[in-house]
């Protein structure tokens, strides 16, 4: 009997030293082992692990013999900052359920994106953060106010100067939303209503963002034969103002232009040389905006066959192909008719001609996007009939057959409208030496897709969306060695950090918000195309953001763990 009690005693004793203890301790929540660390000050890896707390890295180094609640093995992985994309449209799907984690950018490394770009950005920056943060969103976002959007909520799209009173209006707009956090403001001055502001105009504007230290960023007001003198005007506006300048998607387009990428590279020297706090960013294809050769449904956008838009029956066809309404077969009837039709107007000479003058010119304050890129800009990027004429560029074309660049257009427009085009053929010589400079950031112009349904048939389009980051590191780092990998990394982390002040991100150091990324540099690959853009890139083991795991061996965990990043907060 006493034997009994003792053992009871004994194993009550033990139960209370138990509960008394609680849970072990653990040294950090999450602890990434023996990976080769790029930290992303361009500095030379090394081997090491990182520690992480809650949001935070707590410690980088030697960390054997500690322990966390989670282990990460890194072995052979290389271990970066998550990636920041400069220049996005991530805003349209980032206020989408099915898009709103932004997978396609997530899958990649990438944690943090800068939208609100091409002068297309709301200033309802509270609002938006509320609305995004309530729903989740996969990845960090820095929102910048359009002041295409802004001109356009004070006077519409009317081609003249504001008026002193309408110039307040849009400053104090801008002020608004720069108090509740805006990062700063972007244009795209090739675009309605942008390209109707003088640079004058602008900078009275940009003044309201330099008072809160924000920054401004332009697709800038020409892309194809007179960069640098769009550069110099970004300049003017930077020196003007004060504020920290980058030049949106830097590109020259169209074959006749190739090789004054060294006269823009010397022109932002110069300025940078001067003091001016000028940077830049570039997405890693060699070709621009995508679509097919002719728009049918809207007539508008980079399409080069551009018809009038009152043409009829065009005009009439448009307006019922969009009636919500419609089966598949009933609208796939309409275009068929529609391109019956188009091929009848071609055949007759008064049409045709006006046809031309549209296509080649467009309308007052409209030009046509031949009248402004150049048929050197039109390069065929995914084709299912004339397949031999991917990669090829028009006015190529129009010269190896000796024939109007209008007419080939023409006759393929009937043919085949489904042709896929770019408008934009650039240099990958200028490519490739823009992105040596130390000021030279990358990004994607994509946006946040949803998940691609399977059993949807693949549809022509920009892979940028999809594989921009990949693509530096499998194209320019691992295969062609244009760039070093410390400096790639630098270039996608820590410079775009230093460039928007972002304090606490864009490095692997103690004290800064734990996104990371944990990918296979052997093996990390872009998948996407042009014929098949929404494939999604491969190599990337991990991905945390603000200290939790929403990428594991390769697959989303489900988890939306972004914030959406305030310019107010971060000072």
């Known amino acids: 009997m006493r034997k009994r009690l003792f053992i009871f005693g004994y194993l ?3 139960v209370f030293i138990f509960l008394s203890c609680g849970p072990v301790q653990k040294d950090f929540d999450i602890l990434i082992m023996n990976g080769t660390i790029v930290d992303g000050s361009g500095e030379p890896g090394f081997q090491g692990d990182i520690g992480i707390s809650g949001d935070t890295i707590v410690a980088v180094g030697d960390l054997s013999g500690k322990t966390a609640q989670r282990i990460i093995e ?41 939208t609100g770009n091409c002068g297309g950005g709301t200033d309802k920056i509270a609002d938006t953060k509320a609305e995004w943060e309530s729903q989740g969103i996969g990845t960090n976002a820095i929102h910048l106010i359009g002041f295409g959007d802004v001109r356009r909520a004070v006077m519409g799209d009317e081609p003249r100067e504001p008026t002193n009173q309408e110039l307040e209006e849009m400053k104090a707009i801008v002020r608004q939303a720069m108090k509740e956090g805006a990062w700063g403001m972007s244009t795209g001055l090739e675009y309605i209503p942008d390209m109707y502001a003088t640079t004058e105009e602008i900078i009275t504007v940009t003044h309201s963002v330099a008072e809160f230290g924000g920054i401004y960023a332009s697709h800038q007001r020409n892309e194809v034969a007179r960069v640098p003198d769009a550069v110099r005007e970004t300049i003017r506006i930077a ?30 020297e110069d300025a940078r040389n001067s003091g001016i706090p000028l940077t830049a960013d570039m997405y890693p294809y060699d070709k621009a905006a995508t679509g097919p050769l002719i728009a049918i449904t809207t007539n508008s956008g980079w399409s080069c066959f551009r018809l009038p838009e009152n043409m009829q029956p065009f005009a009439e066809l448009r307006v019922q192909m969009k009636n919500e309404n419609l089966t598949e077969e009933e609208r796939a009837d309409l275009k068929r008719k529609y391109i019956e039709e188009l091929d009848k107007a071609l055949k007759d000479k008064t049409k045709r001609e006006e046809i031309r003058e549209s296509v080649l010119f467009g309308v007052p304050h409209d030009p046509s996007p031949v009248a402004v890129s150049g048929w050197d800009s039109y390069a065929v ?24 660049a209008f007419d080939i257009a023409a006759e393929l427009v009937v043919e085949e409208p489904d042709l896929y085009l770019s408008c934009g053929a650039l240099s990958e010589e ?32 920009h892979p940028r969306s999809f594989g921009s980051q990949a693509r530096v590191l499998r194209k320019y780092v691992r295969e062609e060695k244009v760039l070093s990998l410390e400096d790639a990394v630098r270039k996608m982390t820590s410079l775009p950090a230093q460039f928007l002040k972002l304090k606490d991100r864009g490095l692997l150091m103690e004290g800064y918000k734990a996104d990371v990324v944990v990918f296979d540099f052997q093996r990390i690959k872009d998948n996407a195309t042009y014929a098949n853009p929404r494939l999604y890139s491969t190599g990337t083991d991990y991905v945390i953001v603000n200290g939790k795991v929403s990428v594991e061996k390769g697959e989303y965990t489900g988890a939306r763990n972004g914030k959406f990043l305030l310019l107010t907060e971060n000072r």
């Open 430 to 461: 200028d490519m490739k030496k823009l992105m040596t400079y130390g000021w030279l950031m990358f990004s994607s112009d994509g946006g946040a897709r949803p998940v691609p349904d399977r059993t949807e048939s693949s549809r022509p389009g």
């Open 239 to 268: 020196e003007e103002t004060g504020v920290r300048a980058n030049i949106s998607h830097l590109k020259i387009c169209g074959k006749n232009n190739w090789g004054m990428m060294e006269e823009v590279i010397q022109v932002i």
């Open 12 to 14: 009550l004793a033990l």
């Open 381 to 404: 990027v995914a084709a299912k009939k004339n397949i031999n004429l991917i990669d090829k560029i028009l006015s190529d074309l129009a010269l190896e057959q000796q024939r109007d």
């Open 74 to 114: 890194a072995k052979g992985l290389t271990v970066s900052p998550g990636f920041i994309d400069m220049h996005t449209h991530c805003d349209g799907g980032l206020g989408e359920q099915e898009s709103c984690a932004n997978l396609n950018y997530l899958i990649q490394g990438t944690t943090t994106v800068v």
